[in-house]
């Protein structure tokens, strides 16, 4: 008897353990639930922490921007940094950290989709009283303040408002032939096949993740759609099945097949394929102002070797894609009055100029025209244009990645550009119903 | 016999001073609560919250949720991921069993024989075990590199350029291209454990079946196969566990895709958790790869704790 307990015992252990150790896989993540909203304030302290996705090329620039915050508040400031894959990794290790009950006093956030969902579960604070304290309402960009403003509440003090453009290699150009930078879509198509003719990939652009070759098919839809039914499309108030849409995924289509796009895009990590336009693999990356410190400068090329342009869409108001990012404070940190400073710091144009933030939200903040003269340039004249939402933040992340998972199967060849824009149709009417 | 029938026979001897208790006795237990109360603390609480949240529309950061009862199970078929994951995790389960515990039984036997470096070469073979997955990711990653991975580069260099794929771009050959650095990694393991195990093996058998006139096949079949048994459901049972658990390879080299390409239930329901808020979902998702991961460990696990007990 007791030899068959044993056994039994065993295998009942055995069971218990695996089920523990994989159900925990997740418990782990998710288990400690806010009880009851809200929860205790920390206790008032002078140590603050941030929480960042600052790369090796800023973060020396932001921590010694931080020890100058620290010597005038009388503060000691945590700096912890996860950069690389965008917004695609950080929110959820923000996300673990606050429900672990040890989230960062301040962090950095996009706006739109990906901060909304920590304002709307009250993880961050409501920052209108501060806004009121500090004037941010008259020294921030208004635009830029609506995309960190959720349902009325504005959780979020933007501090940058980025445009997305075309950032080309001028050596890649003229071997091509190209004279000048495109003025139409035909003049992009144009360019486009003047590069492959010279051996040289056109854009540089990855697929994984998804928001990075989605760049290409917003901007294509800016062109086929025009500004008033994108947007409209964007809110789910037009149906995405009709012909503007099959026409943008007609186009996408057509930029694979005519190699306009590096071989097996889909599977290519951003963070390995936008600065081949730097180093001559590709000729152009489409993507923001940071790419010069980020890329070019960071390879210690020259600017002047490089240009960047505003993607031609032939539509009136010609726009671009943009989002805004900026800071929110934990609604449960000891201490959101030196939170506050820290952020207010933050937004003075001098700090802002040595962070060498090249599109800053504050007035009097422009980049610097000898250090970062092409982001100065995007400042001056395509920055002053209206844009879009960038559609990884117009959508949810489940919206996006379907919407994602639908240009995977066009560029695969598994669907025809009719069938998209009927799938399209489908997942965002599901979202807006919602 | 087994050892604790042997226990039990002692205990109730005659002339035992006096009878063992049930459960072990109170030291038993207080020596145990110490080992108890961190697995309680860090697996049992959290496997049970776990299950709790299965039942609810919680979306893992608000302070409030409400109850749903079966509806995050009952949605999971309706779900084409779930089920494009599930057959996912089938063909990822039986390729990266098979394959390297096949390869890992031919190199333990081969390095079990006469060999040069064996030393080294077990280093070798092993050497991929012990790496960080995301580094594993990462230069297979840039070997599968469409335009300048090694992998196309040799293929163009010698004279198969046709063959050169995006490998990871199209769902056609992904999930197959994930599958290989996961079997190359889980090699080492089972070689490690045949060779331990080959080496138990009593010589004198082999020489008896040739003096008997057996072949190489006939002795491999019926000497070396059979004396594994006990090699074969460790290797097999931590494999099956862990090819139900994928997730890191899968998650670093495609994120899943490209589209959903390459989900399994692991990275699915990671997904649902951390970036769609339907930690609900998701944990219902986590509740069915436990559920079925301890139905297929059981029989295993039986298998062995038969075997120990005989």
């Known amino acids: 008897m007791t030899g068959t307990y044993t056994r039994r015992g065993f295998l009942g252990l055995s069971a218990a353990a695996v089920a523990a150790s994989v159900a925990a896989c997740t418990g782990g993540g998710t288990a400690p639930a806010p009880a009851g909203g809200g929860g205790s304030s920390a206790p008032a302290s002078n140590n603050l922490r941030v929480f960042t996705y600052e790369d090796n090329s800023t973060i020396g620039m932001f921590k010694k921007q931080i020890a100058k915050f620290d010597a005038q508040a009388g503060t000691t400031t945590t700096v912890d940094s996860l950069p690389g894959s965008g917004a ?127 760049r290409l098919f917003e901007y294509l839809l800016e062109t086929s759609a025009g500004p008033e039914l994108h947007d409209k499309l964007l809110t789910g108030q037009e149906t995405w099945d009709r012909p503007e849409v099959v026409t943008a995924f007609t186009n996408f289509k057509k930029w694979q097949d005519k190699k306009w796009l590096p071989d097996g895009a889909l599977g290519l990590d951003p963070s390995d394929v936008e600065p081949w336009y730097v180093q001559g693999k ?153 | 016999m087994g050892t604790a029938t042997l226990e039990a026979s002692a205990v109730d001897a005659p002339g035992a001073p006096r009878r063992r208790k049930k459960y072990g006795g109170v030291n038993a237990w207080l020596f145990a609560l110490p080992a108890l109360a961190v697995y309680v603390v860090f697996l049992v609480y959290p496997a049970i919250t776990s299950l709790w949240f299965s039942f609810t529309d919680w979306d893992g950061l608000s302070p409030t949720y409400n109850v749903v009862g079966l509806q995050n199970y009952l949605a999971m078929p309706k779900d084409p991921v779930v089920i494009q994951a599930v057959i996912n995790n089938i063909i990822w389960t039986i390729v990266t069993i098979f394959f390297p515990v096949v390869i890992g039984l031919a190199l333990a036997m081969l390095l079990n024989g006469k060999v040069r470096g064996k030393p080294v070469l077990r280093l070798i073979f092993y050497t991929p075990c012990v790496l960080p997955l995301v580094a594993i990711a990462s230069i297979w990653g840039w070997l599968y590199n469409p335009q300048y991975g090694a992998i196309n580069e040799f293929l163009r260099a010698i004279g198969l350029g046709s063959l050169a794929q995006p490998w990871l771009g199209q769902d056609s050959t992904a999930l197959a291209a994930v599958m290989v650095p996961a079997v190359w990694l889980r090699v080492g393991f089972p070689m490690l454990l045949y060779l331990a195990a080959l080496q138990g093996i009593n010589t004198d058998m082999y020489e008896a079946a040739t003096v ?99």
């Open chain 1, 88 to 214: 695609a990794v950080y929110p959820d290790k923000l996300r673990t950290e606050l429900l672990g009950g040890k989230g960062p006093d301040v962090w950095r956030i996009w706006g739109g989709q990906i901060g909304a969902p920590f304002v709307k579960a009250k993880q961050a604070m409501d920052l209108a009283p501060y806004y009121q304290k500090f004037g941010w309402d008259s020294k921030i960009n208004t635009t830029a303040i609506d995309g960190m403003t959720f349902d009325g509440v504005k959780g979020g003090a933007p501090f940058i408002a980025l445009g997305i453009g075309c950032w080309y290699n001028k050596a890649a150009f003229k071997k091509a032939g190209i004279s000048g930078e495109p003025k139409s879509y035909a003049e992009m198509e144009e360019a486009n096949d003047k590069l492959v003719s010279a051996g040289i990939t056109p854009a540089g652009l990855g697929g994984k993740y998804g928001w990075d070759i989605m």
């Open chain 2, 212 to 310: 008997d006139g057996a072949t190489k096949s006939q002795q491999f079949w019926h000497i070396t196969m059979p004396s594994l048994r006990p090699a074969h459901y460790i290797v097999i049972a931590l494999s099956l566990i862990d090819s139900f658990k994928v997730f890191d390879l899968i998650y670093a080299m495609t994120y899943g895709g490209p589209g959903t390409a390459t989900q399994v239930m692991g990275t699915w329901m990671y997904f649902n958790v951390f970036q769609y808020y339907q930690a609900g979902y998701g944990t219902a998702i986590a509740v069915v790869i436990t559920v079925v991961a301890i139905a297929v460990s059981i029989p295993y696990v039986r298998s062995q704790t038969k075997e120990h007990a005989v």
């Open chain 1, 282 to 434: 590709t000729a152009y990356t489409i993507t923001g102002p940071w790419t010069e410190a980020q890329a070019i400068q960071a390879a210690k090329k020259d600017s002047a070797d490089f240009g960047v342009f505003q993607l031609p869409t032939d539509q009136t108001p010609q726009r671009h894609s943009g989002f805004v990012e900026g800071y929110m404070i934990n609604a449960k940190t000891g201490n959101p009055e030196k939170s506050a400073e820290l952020i207010d710091f933050i937004l003075k144009p001098e700090t802002q100029k040595a962070l060498k933030i090249s599109a800053s939200t504050v007035a009097g903040a422009e980049p610097d025209p000898k250090e970062l003269p092409l982001s100065y340039q995007w400042s001056q004249g395509p920055a002053k244009q209206p844009f879009y939402t960038i559609q990884d933040q117009a959508f949810p992340k489940k919206v996006a990645d379907q919407y994602f998972a639908i240009q995977s199967d066009l560029l695969q060849g598994k669907i025809t550009p009719e069938a998209a824009a009927k799938q399209m149709q489908s997942a965002v009417s599901a979202w807006a119903k919602s």
